[in-house]
């Protein structure tokens, strides 16, 4: 980490140290930008190895190879995948309430894997490593966004510690409750789904087979996801909220009979689960991604429904794009404060975050029902696509990349 004077000045301030925030500063640091990363959090620290269920991260992500590359490409995929990276093989999907199912196989799609399972805190652990490495970029825990002045060019940030920052541009990179978003007035269309999300690590009877499986039951979607020790596994379960009180309240025993229940005999046997956490579940979206000088990127601009664990992903895009055109602007005699690159990155990152979001709220609402003619619908689709080997490669090819 680098000291600076009390008052900083940077290129570029990111609000928020997440892993969208963090690769955002290494990326643009490896490129020769000033970079000051501000957040309210004390650094994380260090996991620490361990084989036991409560042991691993309940927070994990799915990246898709093309997030894997991006990571590759600023240096921190090897130390993020060096203990437990976890490469899943197949996706295994099915109708609880019918017959339709579809299985999704690596080797369909000439790739060596459909993506990998990694604990989020392995992820960060990585990013900032390479971050902090950097002589460019600073990193300042503890320091909570406090207020944002618009100043000639860019912006003047005050943190809880009482330092202030003068920056060409501000990146708002601080999660689905973004402060700076709210200091700006952005407008976000957002609603929820009145369902809540129980995480958790469990063991398995058997191995799971680097498989994820994922089921659609008439309360939400449960999905399983395969971990580095082949007896482990994460999951999401989405629940209607009053079955989320019922399930919630389980001991750990019934909990697992319970998931048992739930997976059915198509999914792996359960024996034991661990800590376990929840968190509501809501979609919401900023309508601009831009204002003078300032953008959002990952949550603080769009967050969705988990059941297709593209969140992470379409963050990780938001970052590379972004990227891509501050070092176009700058190879191009433009400034930082211009609005140009900024517009640009919305246009091309909006589009594909929109088509995402509608893409999940379908299924959730097209998943959530029992009407007869809508579970019909949705076997067919199922099975149609698990038949038609071109159509399911185009499915395979569209999600990782």
Request: aromatic content about 6%; charged content about 20%; overall charge negative.
């Amino acid at each position: 980490m680098h000291e600076h004077d009390p008052a900083g000045s940077a290129d570029v301030l990111i609000i928020g140290a997440g892993i969208a925030g963090l690769s955002l500063a290494t990326a643009l640091g490896r490129q020769g930008f000033r970079v000051s990363v501000i957040d309210g959090a004390s650094r994380p620290e260090a996991p620490k190895p361990g084989k036991e269920l409560q042991d691993w991260d309940l927070r994990v992500s799915a990246l898709t190879p093309a997030s894997i590359a991006f990571l590759e490409e600023i240096g921190a995929w090897r130390g993020a995948s060096t203990h437990r990276a976890a490469p899943y093989l197949a996706m295994r999907v099915w109708d609880a309430n019918g017959s339709g199912s579809i299985v999704f196989d690596a080797g369909e799609a000439d790739a060596s894997s459909l993506g990998h399972i990694v604990e989020n805190r392995e992820i960060l652990q990585a990013l900032l490593q390479c971050a902090q490495a950097l002589p460019h970029v600073e990193l300042c825990w503890g320091h909570a966004l406090e207020t944002m002045s618009s100043v000639e060019p860019g912006w003047l940030a005050a943190c809880s510690t009482g330092r202030e920052f003068h920056t060409a541009l501000a990146i708002g990179a601080d999660g689905a409750q973004s402060k700076a978003r709210q200091l700006l007035g952005m407008p976000t269309r957002e609603w929820s789904y009145a369902q809540t999300a129980i995480v958790a690590t469990v063991g398995l009877a058997h191995g799971h087979a680097a498989t994820c499986w994922q089921v659609f039951l008439e309360s939400g979607p449960l999905a399983m996801l395969p971990l580095a020790d082949p007896l482990k596994v994460a999951i999401v379960w989405s629940l209607d909220d009053a079955a989320h009180r019922q399930i919630a309240a389980l001991s750990d025993e019934a909990f697992v009979d319970a998931l048992n229940r739930a997976i059915g005999p198509t999914g792996p046997v359960s024996e034991a689960v661990g800590c376990r956490a929840s968190f509501p579940l809501s979609q919401r979206h900023a309508l601009e991604y831009c204002d003078e000088s300032f953008a959002l990127v990952a949550d603080a601009a769009h967050n969705i429904h988990p059941l297709a664990g593209q969140g992470i992903n379409l963050g990780l895009s938001d970052v590379a794009v972004l990227t891509q055109e501050l070092i176009a602007a700058r190879d191009g005699g433009l400034t930082l404060s211009s609005s140009v690159p900024l517009r640009r990155y919305q246009r091309r990152r909006k589009t594909e975050n929109l088509a995402m979001m509608a893409a999940m709220e379908g299924f959730k609402r097209g998943f959530g029902t029992l009407n007869p003619l809508t579970v019909l619908g949705r076997n067919l689709g199922l099975n149609v696509v698990d038949r038609q080997g071109w159509l399911k490669r185009w499915f395979m090819r569209q999600a990782i990349s």
